[in-house]
């Protein structure tokens, strides 16, 4: 067939030899094949010296590049070797990566939807999971105002044709994945192919914008399948492309996607980008450093630094486009605003279905409150997929069809049930044991590792009005308003409680040497105080420390429920039994007799007991290396008495 393979390979040996067993059984094969060695360090030389070599030889030229070479790097030399020495490699480019396997029938899939799409320029196959190929990783891509990744799918999205749904209508999208993307030379030629200012991670969004932008379409074609380990992203193997001033995967993808929006969007969009951008960077990384995700933070910062140093060429992407880029309109191809909140609505839906069902499935229960489910066991064979028809693709993908854009989430959740795996440093007891089931195969069967389920909205948010934390939590606020009826407001005093100052007398109080209380002390102040000065700076706007004391006072019922609740997670029983507890927990006599008499040190205590004792109990009964951190560092030392 007249389409150049070109395979580019980086520290891959782990999965490069499926991804050669699969280029082999290629139907039908390409005509020439160039694989691209960046400096691989394990035996990835090896093997594919071994495929360009003998009777049986799968590829006709082996380059090597230097190990800080990224993929577009990679390509772009192969592409210009292939040129140099055939003339004519083929109509077509077929790019692969080291951790990527297409099914037998994969490239003629593509093949024969491009020849019923005459303006499809570029066609991506839909990816699956390297170990479990009944989950879809991605069916094309497209990018939003802020220049993340959007694939469209959720985190778990089955392949729906193993439980004979319809998962064959083509999309045209803003782009699809570079493993396993099929391009026509001539408009790799025309526009210049990928940008080599975009090493690696985004290579792919930027050129299928342009490719949009020159009036012709990007198609996924979910009838054919590629097998992809997306070890980058994964964190199975690092990056070593040197760019100044990134450091690591997310450094680098963060600044590709920001690079990758503002070079091909308007010139409207440019203008307000850049400070939108450069404000909502900042925002995230104090966010991600508040949530202690200090390596996202730093991504943030960098990627934004890169932007805004220059370093980008930014002006010069963008002159770039404007001499190349046509009148095709790309709008109707992002992932707006509006989805970005509906798929965050989905996937907050989706996560609550799979903690449900993953709860029941380990406490011996079926999911029955979702409506029906679909049970999938591990070896469940896929139907066989029909080559694509014209039925398959977009409206008009004969000349310049609809925007479609990306597919829509469905409302359908796939639950993976872990397999219960022995400890690690256990072994099994030398004792003989009765078999789980009967030996003679007339027990029940054993259970399925994939459980689908059919999301209803109404139903769902339902039983998240109707959930036990919520009743709970609902009903200590009603008890804490009736019981304190009297004593609303900010202004409270009495008993052991003093009259609160602003939040700097709070603070002073704390820090100072010497306490003018019971005669004058030096001791230390109250822990307490602490406590209220951190959640009087975060209520400044609404009076500061009063506030925060009126809300532990006044609120201390649902806030010690809340708190017993989350220290119980962990606990292998059911909602409304941790819900009961925690209730307990908050109507102690102790603690509704402090919150009476004013004693602020043991409404705190109330309050953050359950969290902080589960967590020195997580800390010590960890499991894995950490497991006897406390028995080592107790050890007496040799020679010791």
Not at 391 to 402: H, N, V, Y
């Amino acid at each position: 067939m007249p389409v150049l393979a070109v395979l580019v390979c980086h520290d891959g040996a782990e999965w490069l030899r499926l991804a050669l067993s699969a280029l082999r059984h290629s139907a039908p094969r390409p005509r020439h094949v160039i694989a691209v060695d960046t400096g691989s360090s394990d035996a990835t030389a090896d093997l594919l010296a071994a495929a360009a070599t003998g009777p049986q030889r799968l590829i006709d030229g082996v380059l090597v590049l230097d190990r800080g070479a990224g993929y577009t790097a990679a390509v772009h030399a192969a592409v210009d070797h292939a040129v140099e020495r055939w003339g004519d490699p083929g109509g077509w480019i077929w790019l692969l990566h080291d951790d990527s396997a297409p099914d037998p029938d994969c490239l003629a899939t593509l093949l024969t939807a491009a020849d019923l799409a005459p303006s499809a320029a570029v066609l991506g196959p839909l990816a699956v999971d390297w170990r479990d190929p009944g989950v879809v990783v991605g069916a094309g891509l497209s990018t939003d105002a802020s220049g993340h990744r959007q694939t469209g799918i959720g985190p778990s999205e089955l392949d729906w044709t193993r439980v004979d749904r319809e998962f064959e209508q083509s999309t045209e999208v803003l782009a699809v994945s570079s493993a396993g993307m099929l391009v026509r030379r001539a408009v790799w030629h025309e526009l210049g192919g990928f940008d080599r200012a975009v090493p690696l991670l985004r290579e792919d969004i930027d050129f299928g914008w342009r490719v949009n932008r020159s009036g012709r379409i990007v198609l996924c074609v979910p009838s054919a399948r590629v097998r992809h380990a997306r070890a980058v992203t994964a964190e199975l193997r690092g990056v070593d492309v040197e760019v100044p001033g990134l450091v690591g995967a997310a450094a680098l993808d963060r600044a590709m996607g920001l690079r990758t929006f503002l070079v091909n969007c308007g010139l409207v969009s440019f203008l307000l980008g850049v400070p939108r951008l450069a404000a909502l960077s900042l925002l995230r990384a104090l966010g991600y450093a508040m949530q202690r995700r200090l390596e996202d933070s730093r991504a943030e910062l960098a990627a934004i630094t890169h932007v805004l140093s220059g370093r980008a060429e930014l002006l010069a992407g963008r002159k770039a486009r404007a001499a190349s880029g046509g009148p095709g309109p790309v709008r109707g191809l992002f992932t707006s605003r509006l989805t970005r909140l509906r798929n965050a609505a989905r996937g907050f839906a989706a996560t609550l279905v799979r903690r449900r069902v993953a709860a029941d499935a380990a406490l011996g229960r079926l999911p029955d409150t979702y409506g029906p489910a679909v049970w999938l066991a591990p070896d469940t064979p896929a139907p066989a997929r029909p080559l694509p028809g014209p039925e398959s693709l977009p409206a008009g993908a004969t000349g310049r069809p609809k925007r479609a854009g990306l597919r829509r989430p469905t409302s359908a959740v796939a639950v993976s049930i872990p397999v219960a795996e022995t400890p690690h440093g256990m072994r099994p007891s030398p004792r003989p044991r009765p078999s789980p089931v009967r030996r003679d195969g007339s027990g029940p069967p054993p259970p399925p590792d994939l459980v689908l389920v059919s999301v209803d909205r109404g139903q769902v948010l339902r039983q998240l009005l109707l959930s036990p934390p919520l009743l709970m939590v609902a009903g200590l606020v009603l008890l804490a308003v009736l019981v304190n009826a009297g004593r609303m407001g900010l202004h409270l005093a009495g008993g052991r409680l003093l009259p609160v100052g602003d939040l700097g007398a709070v603070w002073s109080e704390y820090l100072a040497g010497w306490h003018g209380v019971a005669g004058g002390t030096a001791a230390p102040a109250p822990a307490a105080l602490a406590v209220v000065g951190v959640l009087g700076a975060v209520l400044a706007p609404f009076g500061g420390a009063q506030a925060a004391v009126a809300l532990l006072l006044l609120a201390d019922l649902p806030l010690a429920g809340l708190s017993a609740y989350l220290a119980t997670r962990r606990a292998p029983v059911r909602r409304w039994v941790r819900a009961l507890l925690a209730t307990g927990y908050a109507l102690l006599p102790t603690a509704s007799a402090a919150v009476a008499q004013g004693r602020l040190d043991a409404v705190v205590v109330h309050v953050l007991l359950p969290v902080v004792t589960a967590g020195v109990v997580a800390l010590l009964v960890r499991t894995g290396e950490w497991r006897h951190w406390l028995s080592a560092a107790a050890a007496p030392r040799p020679g010791s008495r």
